[in-house]
């Protein structure tokens, strides 16, 4: 009989831990994020973090929010990132494009060294790439979306857990992503 109570007693604190982890986790502010410098508007995750990353002559901008390591629940990422672009390069379709196509090659590699499919978006009214990638098995599932307006890149990208109804929110950070005009 004892071993039974045990039993129950660890069940039991097992499911209060675990509804207290997803009690935490599910408490996220949202709110609309306003760049000056990179001339966005997104909806996501508040107390975002900003950094710069320079590669040779190129600064790369980024706009992080990551979940603390105890509240790792759905969520693993979002980020907006943006860069300069040439500026005659939206005046030129071709160049427009080879420009996303290279971009989109070079992110994927962040992710995997396989061939991951890029598809042609048009990202809320913007020309872009998009690929999805998850390993077969890992456990998250990565999106990672990309447009070029005027003369800035923008890469929209969220990791998020496998198996997880994560559609509203990512729907939410994507569908909200516009340039300030």
């Known amino acids: 009989m004892r071993p039974f109570f045990n039993l129950i007693v660890v069940c039991v604190s097992f499911l209060m831990v ?8 599910n408490t996220t502010k949202w709110a609309e994020y306003t760049s000056k410098e990179g001339s966005f508007s997104v909806f996501m995750p ?4 900003k950094t710069d990353k320079k590669y040779g002559k190129q600064v790369i901008h980024f706009v992080t929010w990551k979940p603390s390591s105890f509240a790792l629940d759905k969520f693993k990422l979002f980020e907006v990132s943006y860069t300069d672009v040439p500026g005659a390069v939206g005046a030129d379709t071709a160049r427009l494009n080879i420009l996303l196509d290279t ?3 070079n992110r994927k590699k962040d992710f995997t060294d396989l061939d991951v499919d890029a598809q042609p978006i048009v990202l809320n009214g913007y020309p872009g790439r998009a690929f999805i990638f998850q390993q077969s098995r890992g456990s998250t599932v990565t999106i990672v979306k990309e447009c070029i307006v005027g003369n800035k890149r923008y890469d929209l990208t969220v990791i998020s857990k496998k198996d997880y109804p994560t559609n509203i929110e990512m729907n939410k950070f994507f569908n909200s992503f516009h340039v300030l005009r």
Request: aromatic share 6%; hydrophobic share 40%.
């Open 18 to 25: 675990s509804f207290m982890i997803s009690s935490c986790n």
């Open 46 to 49: 508040a107390d975002v973090k």
């Open 103 to 105: 971009s989109i090659s």
